[in-house]
Every structure is written in structure tokens, then in C-alpha cells.
């Protein structure tokens, strides 16, 4: 019988580079328990339900000096629920809680509708364009939320309000 084990020598380097794979992979663990182990994941369906007839669209927006702001107070008190559209943007998409074409004859003045002191050219969505919009505004829903999932999974760890150790201590509290 032997009484000693047989050694083997490894570098410097190989021995950190396990140990740091090993402390990983114990964080991970570690990490995962503590949010609950599964990750919530906002799915996007096949079929969307919608309410047909709430979507304008707005064309030609190149070279028109607006916000979505603008959009808002224009419709203001015709139920505006979202606005898709950033500066910069050809097309914006504004969703009404109810009809998008009672709205846009209330705001039309003589038959034209002039956005930023401009005139443009809105459309109701139908059809196949109104589908395509639900479909790719709940894709984006499900992004924002599964990104803010993701961003909210690893801040857990620390928080708090950043004033770090220290403190002025019992003798400095104003009272």
C-alpha cells in the first residue's frame, strides 16, 4: 500500500483558470435561485385580437418638422391611446380608443388635414396593413417586456440608493 496520492502539477494559470470556471458557475447557480430559477418570457401569439378601424396612419412625414407630442395635443380629447412614431420617421401610426375616421374628420379643417403647419395624407388602416400592425406592435411589446426582464434578472443583486458605507453617524443628525 501506498500511503501518499499521486500529485499531478499543473501551471499557475491552468489552476486560476479552473477556479474562476468554478466560481462561475457557482455564482450562476447561486443566481439563479434567487430569481426563481425560470425566466419569465412574454411570448408573442399567432393570432392577434383586435377592434378593426382604430389605426391612422400618417404618410409623407419627410422634411415635416414633428413630435409625437404635436400628434397628441392635434387629437387631443378624440381618445388618442398610442402614438408609434419617432423624429426622423416617414410614417406614424396613431391608435384611438375608438373610431380612427371620426377622429380625423373632427380634426380636418376644410378637407385637409395640416400636422405641424403642413399638409399630409392619413389613411385608416383595413386588412391585411391593420393585421401587420397588431402582429409587429405585440412583437414589440413582448421585446420591451422580455428586455426589461432580462435588465431586472441581474440588477437584483445590489441596490439601494448609492450612498455607499459610510455616513455622517449619530452625531451629525439633524433633527
Given at each position: 500500500k501506498q500511503w501518499y496520492q499521486r500529485r499531478v502539477a499543473i501551471t499557475a494559470g491552468d489552476y486560476f483558470k479552473s477556479k474562476n470556471q468554478n466560481v462561475k458557475q457557482e455564482k450562476n447557480v447561486k443566481r439563479e435561485a434567487q430569481m426563481g430559477g425560470t425566466e419569465v418570457k412574454h411570448e408573442v401569439p399567432e393570432h392577434v385580437e383586435y377592434e378593426k378601424g382604430k389605426i391612422l396612419k400618417i404618410s409623407e412625414l419627410e422634411g415635416i418638422e414633428t413630435s409625437r407630442e404635436d400628434m397628441k395635443t392635434l387629437f387631443e380629447g378624440h381618445g388618442v391611446s398610442w402614438v408609434t412614431f419617432n423624429k426622423g420617421d416617414p410614417?406614424?401610426?396613431?391608435?384611438?380608443?375608438?373610431?380612427?375616421?371620426?377622429?380625423?374628420?373632427?380634426?380636418?379643417v376644410d378637407e385637409k388635414f395640416i400636422l405641424s403647419g403642413k399638409e399630409s395624407s392619413p389613411v385608416v388602416l383595413d386588412g391585411t396593413e391593420e393585421e401587420e400592425y397588431w402582429k409587429k406592435s405585440a412583437y414589440e411589446k413582448a421585446e420591451f417586456f422580455n428586455k426589461k426582464n432580462r435588465k431586472r434578472k441581474f440588477d437584483g443583486a445590489r441596490g439601494g440608493r448609492g450612498r455607499g458605507r459610510g455616513g455622517r453617524g449619530k452625531r451629525y443628525r439633524r433633527d
Open positions: 410614417e406614424a401610426y396613431i391608435r384611438f380608443e375608438g373610431s380612427a375616421q371620426e377622429a380625423l374628420e373632427k380634426v380636418r
